[in-house]
C-alpha cells in the first residue's frame, strides 16, 4: 500500500511536448476550472493520454509470491488425506481413460472427462477435458491409485496458481506495493469457496485452467508492455509470446472450458496499458476519437499519420491474431460436441422455467448467489441443485431485490471504470478487475446458455482473483481521501489479516466436509435442506445400522422432489432390508408410475421391476415375482441378472413338488415367546418359506426328527414359522436365508438367550443329534447365528472342493475387510447358496477370475450357511460377486456368471 507523502504520483499524464512525463497532481478542492468544462468526448480525445506504471521490485513480487504459496499449503493441510467423494468417483475411479491399463492414449483425446466417447449417441456430457484427465493419468502412474497422492497434487497446483496470481497482480495494479501484492495472494490461497476445487479432486479442471489462464495473461504482458508509448514495432519476440499466448490459452480451455475467456481479458490489458485508451472516449467519441488522443500522445502531442500507424498496426497484429487463433482453438473445441444436452429440471430448474420473465429472474438469482458466495463465504455447499435455491415464480419475491442491488453495484463499477473524471490509469486498474471478475464467469453464469448447474463455487475459482484484486483497489481508493495514511495503512493491515485469517479457518473447517463421502452429504443438507439429492446420498452413505435414518432422508428426497425415481428404488430397498417387503413393494410401484410420469433420462426403470421381482420372491408370490421378470426383459431384452434370476424362478415352479403336509405347529410374532419360554430344555426352530424347494425337501426329516425326539424322550420342542407370513418376526430374528433352523432357549436372568444354527446334513439324524447335543448342555453361544460346526467363527473354514478358493463364515469374512487396505480393491467375495446349481457352476468361474484383480484377496461365503452375514451385505440373488475396498462394497456383480460377463466386470476393478 502507499506510503506517507506518495499520493503525489497518482495522477499522470504526458506533457504537450516531448517525453511524456509524470504530471504533479492537484490539490484537492483546487481542480482546474477547465479540466471541470471539458466534458465534451472532442476535448477529452485532445488530451494526451500516456501514463507511466510504477514497477515493484522483484524482490516484493517474490516475497509475495512465496507467501500466497505458503499460505496456500498450510490451509490446505489437512484436505492430504480425504477420500475420493462425489465427482471423483466417476471422473477418476471409475473413468477407464484415467488407467493407462484401460485405455491407450488415443482415446483419452476422443472422450469426454467421465470416459464416455464424445460422438456416442446416448452420451449425457459433453465436458471434453483432455489435459486434466492425461493430469489424473500421470498422477495414478506416478503416485498409485490412492487419493493422497490426488489430494497432494491439487493442493500444489493451488499454491502455483496463488503465486501466479501475484505475478499478474504485479502487472495490473499501477502501484502494486509488498502489502497490495501480499495481500492479493493471500486472500486468494485462503479464500473457502475454493474448498471444492482444491479438496475435491475433480476440481483439478478449474487448478489447471486456472493456471494456463494466468500463465497466458503473464505472456501476453510482454507482448504488451505497459510502456510510456505503445510498441511500434513487431519484433519476433512480441510475435512468440503472442503465439505462446495462444497455446497456454488453448491449454486453459482444454483443462475446462472456461479457460477461452482469458484471451479477453489479455485484450483489454492490451486496449488499457499497452496502448493506453480512453474508454470514455472509445464508446463515446468512437475508435477513430479514441485512436488519434493516443495518436497524438505518441507524437508528442503533434498530429503524425505515421506514427499512428506504427503503433496501430502493432496493436492490431497482436489482437489480431490473439483472437484469430483463440477463436480457432474455441470451433474446433466446440466441433468436438455431437449433440445438445438436455439438462434435467432436477440439475437446473431455471431451464425449464416457461415464463421468460420468471427463468431470467431465477437465473440472475444465481448469478446473485455467486457473488454473495464471494463476498461472504461461510454457507457452502458440494451441490446447490436438486430444489435447494426455489426458482423465483414473482417479480415481488423478495429476492429479486438482492439481484438488483448486485446489477446496480455492477454497473457503478463499470461506470468508474468508463466514465467517471479519475484517472485514466486508475480507471485501467479497475476495468481489468472488472475484466479477471466477470469475463471468467459468463459462459458459467447461465444467461447466456445453458449450463448443468444452478449455483458451483467451483466455477469462481478464475474469478475470483477479479474479487481480491476488487478489494485491494477499493482500499487504495478509500486511501486517497484521507490524510491519515500512516493510521491507513495500520487499519488496512489489521483487516487484511483479520480476513486472511478468517477465510483461512473457514477454509480448514470446510475441508473437513470433503473427507470422505458421509461428511460432504452431511454437510450438504445442513446446508442446503430443500437439497432432494443431497438427502437421497447422505442416505446412501450412511451406516448400514443407521435405517431409521436412511428411511427418513429418502422420504424426504421424495417429499422435495416426488420425480426423484432412484429415491424410491433405494427406499424400498431399505425398507426390504428392515423386513417391510409389503411396504418396499409399495414403494416400487410409486416408483414406476413416478417414471412414467415422467421419465428421466438417469432412471433404469428396469431396477424397479427386477426389485419387484425380489421382494415378489421373498414373500412366495412366485407368480408375481416372474412376471416382474418379464416385464424387467421387456424394456431390456437382455438385461443379465432378470435373465438370469427368470430362468431360476422357471425351473423353481416347474420342480416344486406338491403340497407337503407339515404337522408341526407354527409360531407367530405374537406366540413366539411363549413357546420358547414353556420350553426349558429349549426349542429347534424351522424357518422356512413355501416357495422354497429346500424348504420343502426338508419338511418330512423335520417332521420325522419331531416323531423321533418324542419316542426317544428328548424334551425338546419343535415348531416352524412361515417367512412369509410372519416376515417381522425373521426379521428380528436375522433369517437371511431358507431353510433356517435354531436350537433356541428360555432367557435367562440376565437376559442372554442361547441360539444355535443347524448346519448340518438336511436329515431326522443329524436333526436329532443336534437337538440333543445343544439341549443337554452342549455349546452355550450368544452369537447371533454365525456358528460352523468345525471350529471357530472368526478363521476361514478349508479351502472349497478344490477351486483354491477360502470359504469363510460370517466372522472371518468382517474380521478380513476391517483388516484389508482401503485404498484399492482388497478383497472379492462371492456369496453362494450351497447346493444351488447356478452357485455350484460359479464357483470354478469365480476361481479363475482370480488372476485378473491382482493384489485383491478372493474369497467365497455359504448364505445357505452364514445367512446373518449375507443379510448384513444385502444379498438377495445367489450367486453374487461383491467387491469391497476396505470394509466399503464398491462394486456389485450379481448377473449371469459366466466366463465372458465375470472377466469384463474383474477386469473393471483394475
Given amino acids: 500500500m502507499p506510503t506517507k507523502g506518495s499520493r503525489a504520483g497518482r495522477a ?38 500516456l501514463f507511466v506504471r510504477s514497477e515493484p521490485s522483484q524482490q516484493s513480487v517474490r516475497a509475495a509470491a512465496a507467501l500466497a504459496f ?115 495472494g493471500l486472500l486468494f490461497a485462503t479464500h473457502p469457496v475454493h474448498t471444492e476445487a482444491v479438496s475435491g479432486v475433480v476440481g483439478r479442471a478449474e487448478l489447471l485452467s486456472g493456471m494456463f489462464a494466468l500463465l497466458a495473461f503473464l505472456v501476453y504482458t510482454r507482448a504488451a508492455p505497459a510502456w510510456t508509448k505503445p510498441p511500434s514495432v513487431l519484433t519476433l519476440g512480441t510475435l512468440g509470446n503472442v503465439l505462446a499466448t495462444i497455446l497456454l490459452t488453448t491449454a486453459a480451455m482444454l483443462s475446462k472450458e472456461q479457460g477461452f475467456t482469458i484471451a479477453g481479458v489479455c485484450i483489454a490489458y492490451d486496449v488499457l496499458y499497452s496502448c493506453q485508451m480512453d474508454l470514455k472516449v472509445l464508446l463515446t467519441a468512437g475508435p477513430s476519437a479514441a485512436i488519434a488522443a493516443v495518436n497524438r500522445a505518441v ?31 474455441l470451433l474446433l473445441r466446440l466441433a468436438k460436441n455431437s449433440q445438445h444436452i438436455i439438462v434435467d429440471e432436477k440439475t437446473n430448474p431455471a431451464n425449464h422455467i416457461v415464463s421468460f420473465v420468471h427463468r431470467s429472474l431465477t437465473k440472475s438469482l444465481y448469478v446473485g448467489l455467486h457473488a454473495w458466495l464471494l463476498a461472504w463465504p461461510q454457507t457452502l455447499c458440494c451441490d446447490w441443485s436438486a430444489g435447494s435455491i426455489p426458482v423465483v415464480q414473482s417479480v415481488l419475491d423478495p429476492r429479486n431485490a438482492g439481484t438488483l442491488a448486485l446489477f446496480v453495484f455492477l454497473g457503478f463499477l463499470i461506470y468508474k471504470a468508463v466514465f467517471s473524471a479519475d484517472t485514466l490509469q486508475r480507471k485501467a486498474e479497475l476495468s481489468v478487475a472488472i475484466a479477471f471478475l466477470v469475463g471468467p464467469f459468463l459462459p458459467a453464469c447461465g444467461l447466456f446458455m445453458e449450463v448443468g448447474f444452478t449455483v458451483a463455487e467451483r466455477v469462481l475459482y478464475l474469478p475470483s482473483v477479479g474479487f481480491c484484486l476488487l478489494l485491494v483497489i477499493a482500499w487504495d481508493r478509500w486511501l486517497g481521501q484521507t490524510e491519515a495514511l500512516s493510521i491507513s495503512n495500520k487499519l488496512f493491515a489489521v483487516i487484511a489479516f483479520a480476513c486472511v485469517l478468517g477465510y483461512g479457518t473457514r477454509t480448514m473447517l470446510r475441508n473437513e466436509d470433503w473427507r470422505d463421502e458421509l461428511s460432504i452429504y452431511s454437510a450438504g443438507v445442513q446446508a442446503a435442506p430443500l437439497n432432494a439429492k443431497l438427502h437421497h446420498n447422505a ?18 428426497a421424495i417429499r422435495l422432489y416426488p420425480l426423484y425415481t432412484s429415491a424410491y428404488v433405494n427406499l424400498g430397498v431399505v425398507l426390504s432390508q428392515m423386513g417391510r417387503t409389503e411396504e418396499s413393494i409399495d414403494v416400487y410401484k410409486q416408483g414406476i408410475e413416478r417414471h412414467w410420469e415422467r421419465p428421466l433420462y438417469s432412471t433404469d426403470v428396469t431396477a424397479f421391476y427386477r426389485n419387484l421381482g425380489v421382494a415378489y420372491r421373498r414373500l412366495g408370490r412366485l ?45 407367530t410374532t405374537d406366540n413366539f415367546d411363549a413357546f420358547v419360554s414353556n420350553s426349558p430344555s429349549g426349542a429347534v426352530v424351522m424357518w422356512y418359506a413355501p416357495w422354497c424347494s429346500h424348504c420343502t425337501e426338508m419338511k418330512p426329516d423335520f417332521v420325522e426328527a419331531t416323531k423321533l425326539l418324542r419316542q426317544q424322550g428328548v424334551a425338546v420342542s419343535t415348531a416352524a414359522v412361515d417367512c ?3 416376515e417381522q418376526l425373521c426379521s428380528d430374528w436375522n433369517i437371511g436365508g431358507y431353510p433356517t433352523v435354531l ?31 445343544h439341549s443337554g448342555g452342549g455349546r452355550n453361544s450368544d452369537a447371533a447365528d454365525d456358528h460352523s460346526s468345525s471350529g471357530s467363527s472368526s478363521g476361514p473354514a478349508p479351502t472349497d472342493g478344490g477351486s483354491g478358493v477360502a470359504d469363510l463364515t460370517g466372522a472371518a469374512l468382517s474380521t478380513l475387510l476391517a483388516a484389508a487396505p482401503g485404498s484399492s480393491v482388497s478383497t472379492v467375495v462371492l456369496f453362494y447358496y450351497g447346493g444351488n446349481q447356478f452357485s455350484e457352476a460359479a464357483k470354478p468361474v469365480f476361481a479363475q477370475g482370480a488372476a485378473l484383480v491382482p493384489g485383491a484377496q478372493f474369497v467365497q461365503l455359504d448364505c445357505a450357511r452364514h445367512t446373518s452375514a449375507c443379510r448384513t451385505h444385502d444379498v438377495d440373488v445367489f450367486p453374487s460377486v461383491f467387491a469391497f475396498r476396505g470394509q466399503k462394497e464398491v462394486a456389485r456383480f450379481d448377473d449371469d456368471i459366466a466366463a465372458a460377463a465375470l472377466s469384463g466386470f474383474l477386469s473393471h476393478l483394475k
Fill in 623 to 667: 407368480q408375481d415375482a416372474l412376471e416382474s421378470y418379464q416385464m424387467c426383459l421387456r424394456y431390456k431384452p437382455l438385461h443379465p441378472g432378470c435373465k438370469a434370476n427368470k430362468v431360476q424362478l422357471e425351473n423353481l415352479i416347474a420342480q416344486q413338488p406338491a403340497s407337503v403336509a407339515f404337522d408341526v405347529p407354527h409360531l
Fill in 299 to 329: 507524437s508528442g502531442g503533434k498530429e503524425s499519420k505515421h506514427n499512428k500507424q506504427k503503433w496501430l498496426g502493432v496493436f492490431a497484429a497482436r489482437c489480431g491474431l490473439l483472437v484469430a487463433g483463440s477463436a480457432l482453438a
Fill in 12 to 49: 499522470t499524464a504526458a506533457s504537450s511536448g516531448g517525453s511524456p512525463q509524470c504530471a504533479p497532481a492537484r490539490s484537492r478542492g483546487a481542480a482546474d476550472k477547465t479540466d471541470k468544462t471539458d466534458k465534451t468526448a472532442t476535448r477529452s480525445a485532445r488530451r494526451p493520454v
Fill in 539 to 556: 442416505a446412501y452413505y450412511l451406516p448400514d445400522d443407521a435405517k431409521k435414518q436412511k428411511e427418513f432422508h429418502l422420504r424426504e
Fill in 70 to 184: 505458503v499460505a496456500s499449503l498450510a490451509v490446505y493441510s489437512n484436505s492430504l488425506t480425504g477420500k475420493f467423494v462425489f465427482d471423483d468417483l466417476p471422473a477418476v475411479v471409475e473413468n477407464k481413460d484415467v488407467d493407462s491399463s484401460r485405455s491407450s492414449f488415443s482415446e483419452l483425446w476422443a472422450d469426454n472427462f467421465w470416459g464416455e466417447r464424445m460422438d456416442a449417441p446416448d452420451t449425457q456430457h459433453q465436458s471434453y477435458r483432455p489435459l486434466t484427465v492425461w493430469s489424473f493419468r500421470i498422477n495414478r502412474d506416478v503416485t498409485g491409485p490412492g487419493e493422497t497422492g490426488f489430494h497432494v497434487v491439487n493442493a500444489l497446483l493451488h499454491a502455483v496458481v496463488s503465486a501466479l496470481v501475484v505475478f499478474a497482480t504485479a502487472r495490473v495494479l499501477i502501484r502494486p506495493s509488498t502489502p497490495a501484492l501480499a495481500t492479493v
Fill in 743 to 773: 436350537f433356541v432357549q428360555p432367557k435367562t436372568a440376565s437376559g442372554k438367550q442361547k441360539r444355535v444354527e443347524f448346519q448340518g446334513g438336511r436329515t431326522a439324524a443329524r436333526l436329532v443329534a443336534f437337538a440333543k447335543e
Fill in 724 to 726: 412369509t407370513q410372519h
